[in-house]
């Protein structure tokens, strides 16, 4: 039997958790959806992440209403996929954060890459007629911004570090607590998606520069909270590992000139043993070595992602 196209029959509904991580700073995990956060300044909020609607936004500020009233002045977008920001509206923010190369991305690939995850991840998108457009950030920087969050709260810094799971991921990161919020740049037990991605910046420079901060506790763009320095580094050094494996399997089809579908066949089955029961490694697993024969290629801006592309690849790589 055909597999279903990326998570299309993926439609059970996952129990999510509200965890509080130290006084005033919560994350919301989802068994291995897309994961949100919130700290708390002295009379505001700094929200991460936005959700694919804003019914599904809503979810999540219910949970975070029952420990907290107060405004929500910053939402902070970690990057531009559409299931981590087209529930903006929903927050009432007064600001929206990214970095600028966000917000480039948005303007480039916004619309398509909005149809996309919607064919990709229907389950996400609940309400999805509620979406009033794409999402502009109104407040955007090159490579690092500070926010301070008043009182003995410390303060929270924005930090581009590098290309990576997209061009422009920023990470969260309270010294204070020490408390990383990484985007997708750092999965922990969940696969990686790299569609988007610059492979080798990624596995190199990028992560040695998250991995710097020593984190004492990590959220990822999906999966479990890390606690403790030792798991920290473990994701980061799994999500490295995901990567070195997966050029390393795809340069060599690529260097005795093999085929696209064969890379995908050596990729799965190095990774499988691993990270074949994770959430999303099948539905990703396909976009991710297209992406990165196209690195190898020499292509260095990542092509647009479409529905009829999104088909196209799955149909040439999955029977
Ligand atoms: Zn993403």
């Known amino acids: 039997m055909a597999k279903a196209f990326a998570s299309s029959a993926d439609l059970a509904p996952k129990s999510e958790t509200l965890e509080v991580l130290g006084d005033g700073i919560y994350a919301l995990t989802a068994e291995g959806d897309p994961n949100v956060g919130a700290f708390e300044g002295e009379d505001f909020l700094v929200c991460i992440e936005a959700r694919a609607t804003p019914a599904a936004a809503r979810d999540w500020l219910a949970k975070l209403r029952e420990q907290t009233d107060k405004p929500v002045r910053y939402l902070v977008l970690t990057?531009?996929?559409?299931?981590?920001?087209?529930?903006?509206?929903?927050?009432?923010?007064?600001?929206?954060?990214?970095?600028?190369?966000?917000?480039?991305?948005?303007?480039?690939?916004?619309?398509?890459?909005?149809?996309?995850?919607?064919?990709?991840?229907?389950?996400?998108?609940?309400?999805?007629?509620?979406?009033?457009?794409?999402?502009?950030?109104?407040?955007?920087?090159?490579?690092?911004?500070?926010?301070?969050?008043?009182?003995?709260?410390?303060?929270?810094?924005?930090?581009?570090?590098?290309?990576?799971?997209?061009?422009?991921?920023?990470?969260?990161?309270?010294?204070?607590?020490?408390?990383?919020?990484?985007?997708?740049?750092?999965?922990?037990?969940?696969?990686?998606?790299?569609?988007?991605?610059?492979?080798?910046?990624?596995?190199?420079?990028?992560l040695d520069r998250v991995k710097e901060y020593r984190a004492e506790q990590l959220i990822g763009g999906r999966g479990a909270v890390a606690r403790g320095s030792e798991a920290c580094d473990m994701a980061i050094e799994q999500t490295r590992n995901f990567l070195n494996v997966m050029v390393a399997e795809t340069r060599a089809v690529h260097q005795r000139r093999g085929t696209l579908k064969e890379a995908f066949q050596a990729c799965h089955a190095a990774l499988e043993p691993r990270y074949g029961r994770w959430p999303i490694f099948e539905h990703c697993l396909p976009f991710d070595v297209k992406r990165l024969w196209d690195e190898l290629d020499g292509k260095n801006w990542p092509e647009i992602w479409t529905m009829e592309l999104d088909r196209m690849v799955w149909d040439q790589l999955q029977d």
């Open 79 to 206: 990057h531009y996929h559409a299931v981590r920001v087209l529930g903006a509206s929903a927050f009432d923010a007064e600001v929206i954060v990214s970095s600028d190369a966000t917000r480039s991305l948005i303007k480039e690939r916004g619309k398509q890459d909005w149809a996309s995850e919607f064919g990709r991840m229907p389950r996400l998108f609940k309400e999805p007629e509620e979406i009033p457009g794409l999402t502009w950030p109104t407040l955007t920087f090159d490579t690092a911004m500070r926010i301070e969050l008043g009182g003995d709260r410390g303060h929270l810094e924005l930090r581009f570090c590098g290309k990576g799971h997209t061009a422009g991921d920023i990470v969260v990161w309270h010294e204070k607590t020490r408390t990383l919020f990484a985007g997708d740049l750092v999965e922990a037990q969940a696969a990686l998606y790299t569609g988007d991605a610059f492979h080798f910046d990624w596995a190199s420079a990028t």
